[in-house]
């Protein structure tokens, strides 16, 4: 009989049926919310699991789900798994890395555009009907071309959106990470590396790329946005939590920086007020990575990942395939 996989989250109905071809599916095409517990409950009997960034696999979880073996992320972060708790409990997880790189690389430099230039806010001024006349310092905001971004977190997505500001805007793209590039990527990305302080005083524009971990919480919080220019913009792609949300909050009220862009949040779906109330802050929904095509690769390349696991062959993209061999 084929393996049993729960589908967590409503996915595309092609995939659901490909799945369906190897598989005996349970599907959560209702898009219900599921809490944890019923999230457990779903999993009981299941050999193999296909989840979201949303969905939590913890030891209360796989306590819960013995037959468990395999859980495939449809997302390249994987803060939702508890990676040890799973090695722990002999259950592979995989991810869906390189399928989203230039798409969520394009979206990076998208708020960067829009929160320098100012786009939503202005938009929402014309559209509640306020705009009756020119006036010479009218949604002034700071450039994009020939102005210094600093990326924090130089991963392949890191290194799209360097290359996205070097070679198309002229900017002078300079950089953090846990260990340098080589001096070959380097070039390629026209990027030179910089002291996370020597980046935050100095750049224009910065940028958050870094995976979350425990090391990375807050990595950006009231110290930190003290360093940075007061007309500098900050943008977040890559976790809530990265970003003490309340700090930032209170750097842009008080204009201690002039603009953020922001997809992740702390605590999402939910978005802290004091974000809300002001207006020299752009809010997406966790997009950065929403387009039809990369959405259906993230999705196809997380269903590889279950395929190749229950046909005995090496998947795509295993997370603790190396812990899982050692223990
Ligand atoms: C989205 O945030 C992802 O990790 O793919
Ligand atoms: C992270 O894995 C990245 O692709 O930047």
Known sequence: SKPKILVARAVFPEVITRLGQYFDVESNQADETWSKAQLAEKLKGKQGA???GSDRIDADVLAACPDLKICANMAVGYNNFDIDAMT???VLATNAPDVLTETTADFGFALVMAAARRLTESEH???AGKWNKWR?????GSDIHGSTMGIMGMGRIGQGIAKRGAHGFGMKVIYHNRSRLDAALEAECKASYVSKEELLKTADHVVLVVPYSPASHHTIGAAELAMMKPTATLVNIARGGIVDDVALAA???DKRIA???LDVFEGEPKVHPDLLALSNVV???HIASATMPTRLAMASLAADNLIAFFEGKVPPSPINAAQL???
């Open 283 to 285: 809010l997406t929904p």
């Open 251 to 253: 750097a842009l009220r």
């Open 50 to 52: 296909f989840t979201t």
């Open 325 to 327: 061999a050692g223990k």
């Open 259 to 261: 603009a953020a862009g």
């Open 125 to 127: 001024y014309l559209r």
């Open 136 to 140: 010479y310092d009218m949604f002034a």
């Open 88 to 90: 722990e409990a002999g």
